[in-house]
């Protein structure tokens, strides 16, 4: 009779506590693993009580406060993708705009080394034509690197000579320092 008894005191105990602790603590859980898989859009309707009740509210307060931040991402996210296409476009457009002339003196300068100039116009025309390329690498720089920013870049690698760098770098100023006695 005692066996029985306790057999039954058992039986009921694991009752109540399936039906008061493990079901609710099942059904939280699901919530959890569809939050943590980026599914927002479930609160957990409260229907326990004490700290269960508790982590239910506590559930739904995360949700909220996720689905705002997850909203706020949205929208900077939008707004860069927007704000990297605009500037873009712009350089885009522009730079046919500023390549053109850039190109246009880069012949002009060309065409005028092949006349008879004096050594002092040869060094000038010389200076304006490595500033006028120097502009036009600057300008395909600035292009490059939104292009890098809106990831639509290729890598190229190639050799340079380093004597022809150096002497581009330097050029440009040459006159600058002629000019006031360096």
Do not use: C, W
Request: aromatic share 8%; charged share 20%.
């Amino acid at each position: 009779l005692f066996i029985i008894i306790a057999s039954s005191l058992a039986l009921t105990i694991s009752i109540i506590v399936e039906k008061r602790l493990s079901k609710p603590i099942a059904r939280i859980l699901r919530f959890f693993r569809a939050a943590s898989k980026g599914n927002f859009s479930t609160n957990i309707s409260p229907i326990s009580k004490g700290n269960l009740g508790e982590i239910e509210q506590e559930f739904n307060s995360l949700i909220s406060s996720l689905q705002i931040l997850n909203s706020e991402l949205i929208i900077s996210r939008t707004y860069a993708e927007y704000t990297t296409f605009s500037k873009t476009q712009f350089i885009s457009n522009i730079s046919r705009e500023i390549r053109t002339p850039l190109n246009n003196i880069a012949g002009v300068v060309d065409t005028l080394k092949t006349t008879s100039l004096s050594e002092m116009q040869k060094r000038n025309f010389s200076i304006i034509e490595t500033s006028t390329f120097s502009l036009i690498d600057t300008f395909n720089e600035i292009v490059e690197f939104l292009k890098i920013e809106s990831g639509t870049s290729i890598l190229k690698i190639s050799e340079i000579n380093l004597k022809e760098l150096v002497l581009s770098i330097a050029s440009p100023y040459y006159f600058s320092a002629e000019h006031k006695g360096v």
